[in-house]
């Protein structure tokens, strides 16, 4: 599994002289290994605040009411996909557009999942901006995915995030712009 940004996920192909310089990771990935990947776009059906999603999204948004991450398939079991999709992805993930963005909280729909308590970090020691907050299972394990992250943009200036974590232990690290990682510190989440 890999986790891409921006238009990674993008499997067209573009045929230039040198396409390896030319294409995105997906379709790159795909031509090296002669494998298909499935590709999961979680940015075109979603957005914080009416103003921040593309009307396509929008219109698909105001026919159903998504309450919690969703895929939606027509009458001939295709993937809907926004019209104006920027990239060509497998799957399309709808999350509910939330109305209010507030620093350092955290969507609805994340917060109401079963099992998940939100636990604030204090974040307040780390004066550099912007950073992404990060909880992983511990004892981590190498090139583990984080259970929860929240990116703080350089404008915010908040000084605790809240990460919504299953129970368990956690090993809590901030990603710098510099690449640096820094422990913040274990925490344990009590079961409910």
Known sequence: MLYVGLRHLDEARIDTDDER???????????????????IDQ?????????????GTQAVHAHFDIN???????????????????WSADIVLFSPIETSA??????????SL??????AVDISSI???????????HPTIDRALAADQYAVLESETINDVQLALNSGQYAIEI?????????????TVPEE
């Not at 004066?127 to 299972?137: G, H, K, L, N």
Request: aromatic share 6%; proline share 10%; no cysteine.
């Open 43 to 55: 940015v075109s059906g979603s957005g914080i605040g009416p103003d921040d999603v593309a009307l």
């Open 102 to 111: 507030v620093a350092g909280a955290r969507p609805n729909w994340l917060r």
């Open 68 to 86: 919690e991450p969703s895929v939606f398939l027509d009458r001939s079991g295709n993937v809907v996909r926004p019209p104006e999709s920027r």
């Open 127 to 137: 004066d550099q901006r912007p950073i992404v907050v990060q909880a992983f299972r």
């Open 175 to 187: 990603q710098t712009p510099s690449g640096q990682q820094v422990l913040l510190e274990t925490l």
């Open 21 to 39: 310089h030319n294409n995105w990771m997906a379709a790159v990935l795909s031509q090296l290994t002669d494998y298909d990947p499935l590709t």
């Open 114 to 119: 079963p099992g998940r308590s939100l636990v």
